[in-house]
């Protein structure tokens, strides 16, 4: 099956450091793969659509300079947050598309990463 | 915008219990609608989907009808298990927009012996 790999899966930073998260599709090529962030107790907010081999494409709101997302290859999608402050401590979870054809695309989740800025 | 509200939790129940986790959404146009599943230390997994009016996505026990007219999608299941014991996202897509998932807040189920 389909499986999506994320790394760290807990990191703590000091404020000011830049993080870089990464999200793997294992046994699968992914063009296209999501980023998310959730706070506690609510729901998952998407951040950005990772397109391979172009830039990325945020929901408005997220900012494209304190949250950079590389989509360098099929199998990797990187989430950078510069400058890291208190306030970005968060979970962020990536999912990767697998196109599967006539319609059957399938969306698979990473097990997340724990953010905590001190 | 579009929007899913579902039940706060913890939600807690005894084994052979009958579960039910409310769903409601905000959408213009079709939706498709989702429930995922969170078990601790793993990603969200689909438990089931529906795509249309009065469709019934089912898997595992757990099923949920797509409720045009009340804009609903609960989720139940007859008799859980303390291995369901996990956080349960509600979500939708718009028309047009299948990657685009907007969830809920998620709902810890919480299933004793």
């Known amino acids: 099956g389909a499986v999506v790999s994320q790394h760290p899966s807990r990191v703590i930073c000091k404020s000011g450091t830049s993080v870089k998260i990464e999200c793997r599709s294992l046994?699968?090529?992914?063009?296209?793969m999501f980023w998310y962030r959730q706070f506690p107790k609510k729901s998952l907010m998407l951040m950005a659509t990772s397109n391979e081999g172009s830039k990325a494409t945020y929901e408005q709101g997220v900012e494209k300079d304190k949250f950079l997302i590389n989509h360098a290859s099929l199998t990797l999608s990187t989430l950078t947050v510069t400058s890291a402050h208190p306030e970005d401590s968060s979970f962020y979870i990536c999912s990767a598309l697998r196109e599967a054809g006539s319609g059957a695309n399938v969306l698979t989740f990473g097990a997340g990463s724990r953010l905590t800025v001190l | 915008g579009d929007s899913v509200t579902q039940m706060e939790g913890p939600v807690t129940l005894s084994e052979e219990a009958f579960l039910t986790i409310n769903c409601t959404y905000t959408a213009t146009g079709y939706p498709s609608l989702f429930w995922y599943v969170q078990y601790p230390g793993e990603g969200l997994q689909l438990l089931l989907k529906?795509?249309?009016?009065?469709d019934k996505g089912s898997n595992k026990g757990f099923e949920a009808t797509y409720r045009k007219e009340t804009t609903s999608f609960h989720l139940e299941k007859g008799s859980v298990q303390v291995s369901d014991s996990a956080v349960y996202f509600c979500?939708?897509?718009?028309?047009?927009?299948?990657?685009?998932?907007?969830f809920g807040a998620g709902t810890r189920l919480a299933v004793h012996p």
């Open positions: 979500a939708l897509t718009p028309r047009g927009g299948y990657n685009k998932l907007i």
């Open positions: 529906a795509t249309k009016a009065d």
């Open positions: 046994d699968f090529q992914a063009t296209t």
